[in-house]
């Protein structure tokens, strides 16, 4: 049972490179999510796609861009990395986008440093 | 816009102590409420939610009661492990420009000692 898988786990960028970070779920959930988590402010919804070919802005969509490839995918890219982005990155799945929007499926986190 | 407060950590107990975790909402509406928890290493995992007033989300011997006049979400334990020692956190469903998705609280980390 993968449910969802991010990667990578871990890196390490200098201001201004970019990168990607990849995230699958084969539980054929509609919805996906991306939210960054930062000591003492809990989880922030970065992007999420309620279903395939659709993206909507979270709270802190600045600095990031998000593609839903298809129903399993969702990537999120960092054109320019900026310290202030360094964080732990987790991806999410839900089964659909609905007025009581229940459980959550989430990766197991990729940790980025920017320096 | 809508938010969650919840108590500061880090809150440690001896095993068999009684755990209360505080969790207080801002929302608009009825939203529900969802209690997840973050084991050392891993992503979050739902703990237990609750979608109306009065509601009690349970599950490995935790609980949480809806409570809309105090708009409060406390997450209880009668009896806690060493095993329950990670990050709780309390989230509610919020709209996000006609949609939906969890808004989450900063955390609280419960180290339960032997």
């Known amino acids: 049972n993968a449910g969802v898988t991010q990667t990578p786990k871990f890196q390490v960028l200098k201001t201004g490179q970019s990168m990607t970070l990849q995230c699958a779920q084969d539980?054929?959930?509609?919805?996906m999510y991306w939210y960054r988590q930062d000591p003492g402010m809990g989880l922030r919804l970065i992007y999420y796609?309620?279903?395939?070919?659709?993206?909507d802005k979270g709270e802190v969509p600045n600095g990031y861009n998000v593609s839903r490839l298809n129903k399993r995918e969702f990537s999120l890219r960092l054109e320019s990395a900026a310290p202030s982005q360094t964080s732990v990155y987790f991806c999410?799945?839900?089964?659909?986008?609905?007025?009581?929007?229940?459980?959550?499926?989430f990766g197991e986190g990729s940790r980025l440093t920017v320096l | 816009g809508d938010s969650v407060t919840q108590m500061e950590g880090p809150v440690t107990l001896s095993e068999e102590a009684f755990l209360t975790i505080n969790c207080t909402y801002t929302?608009?509406?009825?939203?529900?409420l969802f209690w997840y928890v973050q084991y050392p290493g891993e992503g979050l995992q739902l703990l237990l939610k609750?979608?109306?007033?009065?509601d009690k989300g349970s599950n490995k011997g935790f609980e949480a009661t809806y409570r809309k006049e105090t708009t409060s979400f406390h997450l209880e334990k009668g009896s806690v492990q060493v095993s329950d020692s990670a990050v709780y956190f309390c989230?509610?469903?919020?709209?996000?420009?006609?949609?939906?998705?969890?808004?989450f609280g900063s955390g609280t980390r419960l180290q339960v000692q032997p």
């Open positions: 999410a799945s839900s089964e659909a986008d609905t007025e009581r929007t229940g459980e959550l499926f």
């Open positions: 539980m054929n959930h509609n919805s």
């Open positions: 796609s309620a279903s395939e070919g659709t993206t």
């Open positions: 929302a608009t509406g009825y939203p529900s």
């Open positions: 609750a979608t109306k007033a009065d």
């Open positions: 989230a509610l469903s919020s709209h996000y420009g006609g949609r939906r998705a969890l808004t």
